[in-house]
């Protein structure tokens, strides 16, 4: 039996059968997520995978549902996600799995090796520092395309701003926002100024250069650590789907370059955990098609402003 398992079914958390989870069941696991949040998908991919019986709670982050006083008296950060079990309230992604993770084995402290190697990447600086260094990056797929990074991008430079109106309009949650407002503010140093986000690569392409040499490790048929999918092939996971998302595959994996990475995410995009868990963005691009009249669509059928427009107010809270 499963170590974590072990540990869950104690508390009645994970069904004893084999069955898939039943949405809508009577669970008394609630996760509070927005299925495009980086550390959302890292919970979502971690509850998929131990065929946890929990309900989704989606939180309208673009519409700053986060900072609503209902859910800063869940988890006075505004942020997602949060697991609540039973009276128990988890915030923070890293604090969720580990509630989840957590007894501990011989294999285990690889894997905790490498979650920690990969949990410190810094993925919102990554990603919006790709915006502003587009040179230093390969070719940008769904949804971070060049009309939506031009937003993103805007949209950062005001980011503290906002942060310390909402201190503001939230008195008891002023302390921890005013101090997002700072580090907002430290980050966007580092996003502008391309030898520091140089450094923030170089760090990448040394944990990956363990990655790979791990996985030389491995058998064809195991994953990053052992037989098992675990939470450090999780946090793996997430992050090589964003890199993917900003082109920068072309820089760490692809060519040639790390052919073990290549293969483990060729076989990861197979996982019914990763397709549940990663948006299908042409199945949204279109429903915000379809949505528009048809004076939004141009001749050659290209994306109009307004579709980059929502796909870029979808997105900007949530990176």
């Not at 006083?69 to 505004?78: A, C, K, S």
């Not at 969720?96 to 920690?116: A, P, S, T």
């Not at 429903?287 to 001749?299: D, M, W």
Request: glycine share 4%.
């Amino acid at each position: 039996m499963h170590y974590v398992q072990k540990y869950l079914e104690k508390y009645q958390l994970i069904k004893t059968s084999n069955n898939k989870m039943n949405s809508g069941s009577n669970t008394n696991i609630y996760l509070y997520c927005n299925y495009y949040s980086f550390y959302s998908q890292k919970v979502l991919m971690t509850l998929y995978e131990k065929n946890v019986d929990f309900e989704p709670l989606v939180v309208d982050i673009t519409k700053g549902e986060q900072y609503s006083p209902w859910f800063l008296e869940l988890n006075p950060r505004g942020e997602v996600p949060v697991l609540k079990v039973r009276n128990e309230v988890i915030p923070d992604s890293t604090r969720i799995i580990d509630y989840l993770e957590y007894h501990l084995d011989q294999v285990m402290k690889n894997i905790n090796r490498f979650r920690d190697l990969l949990e410190a990447l810094p993925a919102g600086v990554i990603t919006v520092g790709s915006f502003f260094h587009p040179h230093l990056c390969g070719t940008p797929k769904l949804p971070f395309v060049f009309p939506v990074r031009e937003v993103l991008k805007s949209g950062d430079l005001v980011s503290s701003k906002n942060l310390r109106k909402l201190a503001e309009e939230n008195p008891k949650a002023k302390g921890i926002l005013l101090y997002k407002a700072e580090i907002q503010d430290r980050k966007h140093e580092i996003l502008t100024n391309e030898e520091e986000y140089l450094k923030v690569l170089n760090i990448v392409d040394a944990v990956f250069t363990q990655v790979e040499d791990q996985l030389k490790e491995q058998s064809e048929d195991s994953w990053l650590c052992c037989d098992k999918f675990t939470i450090a092939d999780v946090n793996l996971a997430i992050i090589l789907q964003r890199l993917w998302e900003l082109g920068l595959d072309e820089r760490f994996w692809t060519n040639g370059k790390r052919p073990h990475i290549e293969n483990y995410f060729n076989r990861v995009k197979l996982r019914e955990s990763f397709v549940k868990t990663i948006p299908n963005m042409a199945v949204h691009i279109k429903l915000i098609f379809t949505s528009q009249p048809p004076a939004y669509v141009g001749a050659a059928g290209a994306v109009s402003i307004g579709v980059v427009l929502a796909l870029a107010y979808m997105l900007k809270k949530l990176i």
